[in-house]
Nanobody
Framework: DVQLVESGGGSVQAGGSLRLSCTAP????????AGWWRQAPEKDREWISS???????TYSNDLQGRFTISQDEAKDTVYLEVKNLKPEDTGMYFC????????????WGQGTQVTVS
């Protein structure tokens, strides 16, 4: 199975930036893209962005502008850069395998916590 591990979260001040990483050995070999979701305390998990195995990216209309998704296929890693962080960006950030050609869709990582004050 593709195992996803998120990292890069932390505590930052408003206005700062973070780059989150989602490392998933076998991601490319299984023809998977990956997406990022986040979940604030007591709120539903919401989708942020996804990137396909062909590099095509999509973003939530509500969140695009401060988020940039990218990938390094050689490292089987997908990144999410977040700029101008706001307190409402606080939450757990998760990645998941996606894509209609993905042999192992729907695999979630354990998440990485982002706290903005």
């Amino acid at each position: 199975d593709v195992q996803l591990v998120e990292s890069g979260g932390g505590s930052v001040q408003a206005g700062g930036s973070l780059r989150l990483s989602c490392t998933a050995p076998g991601l490319t070999a299984n023809w998977c893209g990956a997406g990022w979701w986040r979940q604030a305390p007591e709120k539903d998990r919401e989708w942020i962005s996804s990137i396909g195995i062909d590099g095509s990216d999509t973003y939530s209309n509500d969140l695009q502008g401060r988020f940039t998704i990218s990938q390094d296929e050689a490292k089987d890693t997908v990144y999410l850069e977040v700029k101008n962080l706001k307190p409402e960006d606080t939450g757990m950030y998760f990645c998941k395998t996606v894509g209609y050609r993905c042999k192992q869709p729907g695999h979630w990582g354990q998440g990485t916590q982002v706290t903005v004050s």
